[in-house]
């Protein structure tokens, strides 16, 4: 474990030196304070109390430090994790300005919500344990929106193999561990499950509504609805309740309404394009969709057996000479079966050679001739006086 230490210490330096400085001041403030706690209690002062944020106390500074809060060790390599992360997969999108800002959203709507939420419990069931027992802090209500946020730029990557997750469920399964680990008795309090919860829901909102494109407010296309956050059976019925919330919201002028843009400049083509989308976006999804129509070729070019070219040339060529070269009845050689002329020099001298043979005694058949009797001879022979 020792040898492992300092490699994976000098791993953490480099990835922090190559980041932001709102990525290096957010980790040194969690480190900070973190060292802060050993001496006060950082969580009292700094955390969100739901008895101490709303009046008559108003401890509203509490909504902005509650997100670098940590009393652990674990929770201070999670919430440094988790800026970071954001700094190398989500700043290079969006720009410093823009991660500070979403960073300020998630965190001061998660701690205002989760403190709502408990004064109403209390208004409910007069426990004044959730109004001065309760501290949120930490990390948990950032990770929600990162999470949704990862969802929405790289949501079909796959996170694990076996089982297959991909990142797109990442939210969910989150969600799901925290309310294990409640019910378990694993977890201290409910406060990190309400803060991770509203930061899920306000970084959605953020992204969905309010954050600026090149090409307009938010994202309103259909794989980042929030019916997409649940399992497939439940989609048709949330997404149903989710439609008829966004009316409501939008006839009291919360939430805009979704406009399709029509774009006829190409006289051949239409193209529909959604508002809030972004062009990096779309050409990621263009790539994958080309990904998938490659694999799925080369699968059936596996699957259907091709004939080698060079059996058929070679093939071709044994048709070539066979044809070319046919056999006579008899096997005979097919020069001899080509007609001689009946006159010249050459007919003489065939002449000649034949009666040459014929005086040498060598009996000579209309079938199968000696080799000796195909050589022709081109000299004029020796007369004899």
Partial sequence: MNRY???????FLTALASTSVVVKTISAVVVLLYLLSWAVDTPYALGVTPGYLFPPNFWVWTLVTHGVVEQHVWGVAANVGTVMACGRLLEPLWGALELLIFFAVVNLSAGLLAGFSYLLTYVATFDLGFLFALRIHGVAGFLGGVLVALKQTMGDTTVLRVPQVRLKAAPALVLLLLALLRLSGLLESSAPLAAYSYGTLSGWVYLRFYQRHSRGRGDMS?????????PEALQPAVGLLAGLIHSALVKMKVCRKMVKR??????????????????????RRRQLALKALNERLKRVEDQSAWPSMEDEEDEDEDEVRTDTLPLLPGGRDPASSIPRPAGGPMSSSLSSSSSVSQSSGVPSTGGAQHPESSIISFEDAPSRS
């Fill in 5 to 11: 230490l300092p490699v994976a210490r000098q791993h």
């Fill in 222 to 230: 259909d794989h980042f609805a929030f019916a997409s956050f649940f």
């Fill in 262 to 283: 029509y774009d006829v400049g190409a006289p051949s083509s239409i193209t529909i394009s959604l508002p809030g989308t972004d062009p990096q976006d779309a050409e």
